[in-house]
Structure formats: structure tokens, C-alpha cells
């Protein structure tokens, strides 16, 4: 079933470490938008400077957009972990319900690190039917119901990846779920996925599933996505491990997709670092040759002791 309602405001939180994946994850979404109207970002930014801040803006073409920037004080979050690679400004998106008047009804929170492959006008369009929000499942939601996750997340009846989260806003702030949230995070300062656990424990039976188009995990970074087709093609692409397609000198399949946005920003990588990338990506091979020689080795060794043993036993 969907609503009527046009697209709204979309949501991104960003650091000055993040402020290049930023700039290309909004090129994806204004080049894949069908509308022809302008779309509305609104940031929440911890330390991005005015220049950068232009720069982003300046990655996208002339009109298309317009960014809102809200600073955010981090300061309250400061007692909760993540992951080594993840910033805290993941927990601006508990910031959400301040930054909107209670005349904005729905908003489209994205991560990042992720690229828009097709426009999301039908993402808008879905009936949340009541629910707080409408999100992906998580890979990690089969192995906590096979009871195989080793970490400890929470166990709840479903559970999914916050890096795409279509909110109701009305039913957000009347659930508290921020209050909630944080609740659990005072209980369970050191929860493995942090403010996604909090979240999923405060939506726990209060959201709906989206196809996973809308949230594709590219967890396999030796699969390139552009080449999946029908029912399996994403619309949007989440890179969600510590692998990410940007990283020079770390192989990744992706690598070439997301350039070809990446290059069309004010963040396009230039020749030294083409190059760079290039050099160790071969020493990266290099080094999976020597490795793999060496662990040749060893079994070749180990049966070689393997054998005498059983031969001073005859």
C-alpha cells in the first residue's frame, strides 16, 4: 500500500573525515532523481568547515539541491562506544525529532556511505501503516534468530540496519524512542552496533520491513553490484563494513562504481592518488602471494614431520 505523500526532507549526519562520502552519496541521489524539482538536505554536521561545506554544495549540480547545515554538540553521546571505524556522529540521527517542526510528517534519514542507483520516489511513497519507521533487515537478523551471533546485540523479534530509516515522525516522537534508546544505552554502554542496537530495541515490534533494494548491505566486497540485474539490482547500495570502496590500496569491486560518482564532485580523485592506490593494492597482492606461499610451506613441512613420525613408529 503507499500514500500519496511527495518526497520530504533527507537527513545525513557527517564529520569532517566523512565530508568526500558525503558530497558523493548526495551526487548518486540528485543524478538518480526523476523529479526535476530541487531536493532538501538537511546535515547534521560535527566540525565541517565553511570551505568544505561550499565545496559540497559545489558538487552537485546547480539547483538541484539545497543543504541545510545543523551543527551538532556530540558531547551527550560521549559516554557510549562504536566501532573503531565508525564515528559518533552516528548518534546525531537521535537528534532528528528537534531539528523538524511537528508540521513535518515523514523524513528520509541515510547514511554516508552509500550510493542512490534509482530515484526514491517510490521509497517515499511507501505506507509506514502506523509504524515508527520503515527500515531493512540486518544480515545479523538470521543469526540471532538461528541463535549463531557470537556478539551481544540485542534479541529482539527482527532486527535491522539503521543506515536507511524512512520515520514517521508523529509516531516516533510519541513512542519516545529517543528516550528509550538512550535508556538502553546507559544500561548497555559497550552494545557491539551501538546507536542500531538502541534503536532496534526501541522499534522493537513498531517498524516495517522495506524491501532490501531500498538498503542493499555490501557486505561482499569482491561483488560488484552494478552487475546484478532484476529483482536483485539495489536502488540503493550500503557500504557497510570498514572496506569501503574509497579506501586506497584496499581491493574492493565497488571500487570503479563509486568512482564514477566520486568523480563528479568537487572530492575527485587525482592522479597521485590513482596511483597510490594502484601501488598498494599490487603490494596488497604481493603480500596475499608471499602469505599463501608460506602457508604452502608450513603444510608441506607439517606432513613432512607428519610422515617421519609415523615412519620411526614402524
Not at 531500498?214 to 550500503?238: F, M, R, T
Request: aromatic share 10%; hydrophobic share 40%; with cysteine.
Amino acid at each position: 500500500m503507499e500514500s500519496k505523500q511527495t518526497r520530504g526532507p533527507i537527513v545525513l549526519a557527517c564529520d569532517k573525515r566523512y565530508a568526500m562520502p558525503l558530497a558523493t552519496t548526495l551526487r548518486s541521489i540528485v543524478e538518480t532523481d526523476r523529479s526535476g524539482e530541487p531536493l532538501e538536505f538537511h546535515v547534521l554536521a560535527d566540525g565541517l568547515s565553511e570551505r568544505i561545506r561550499r565545496r559540497i554544495l559545489d558538487s552537485l549540480p546547480h539547483g538541484s539541491a539545497s543543504i541545510r547545515w545543523i551543527e551538532v554538540d556530540l558531547g551527550m553521546f560521549q559516554e557510549f562506544s562504536t566501532i573503531s571505524y565508525i564515528s559518533k556522529i552516528t548518534y546525531a540521527r537521535f537528534l532528528i525529532p528537534r531539528i523538524f517542526p511537528d508540521t513535518v510528517s515523514k523524513v528520509l534519514y541515510l547514511d554516508c556511505d552509500l550510493l542512490a542507483l534509482d530515484d526514491l520516489q517510490a521509497l517515499w511513497a511507501t505506507d509506514l501503516e502506523g509504524n515508527v519507521l520503515g527500515a531493512v533487515l540486518d544480515r545479523l537478523d538470521s543469526q540471532i534468530k538461528n541463535q549463531t551471533v557470537r556478539l551481544p546485540v540485542p534479541r529482539v523479534r527482527d532486527y535491522f540496519n539503521a543506515g536507511v530509516l524512512l520515520i514517521d515522525l508523529h509516531q516516533w516522537r510519541k513512542a519516545q524512542i529517543v528516550e528509550t534508546a538512550l535508556d538502553y544505552l546507559k544500561r548497555c554502554p559497550g552494545s557491539p552496533y551501538s546507536d542500531q542496537d538502541a534503536l532496534n530495541v526501541a522499534c522493537d515490534g513498531f517498524w516495517k520491513k522495506l524491501d532490501s533494494r531500498w538498503n542493499y548491505l555490501a557486505y561482499n566486497e569482491k561483488l560488484d553490484v552494478s552487475e546484478l540485474a532484476g529483482e536483485h539490482k539495489p536502488s540503493i547500495v550500503h557500504f557497510t563494513t570498514w572496506n569501503k570502496p574509497w579506501r586506497p590500496g584496499v581491493p574492493n569491486a565497488n571500487a570503479a562504481l563509486y568512482d564514477s560518482f566520486r568523480s563528479r564532485t568537487r572530492f575527485p580523485r587525482n592522479s597521485m592518488d590513482r596511483m597510490e592506490a594502484t601501488l598498494r593494492i599490487g603490494w596488497s597482492h604481493i603480500k596475499g602471494f608471499q602469505k599463501a606461499r608460506q602457508d604452502k610451506s608450513a603444510r608441506s613441512d607439517a606432513m613432512v614431520d607428519r610422515q617421519a613420525d609415523q615412519s620411526s613408529f614402524k
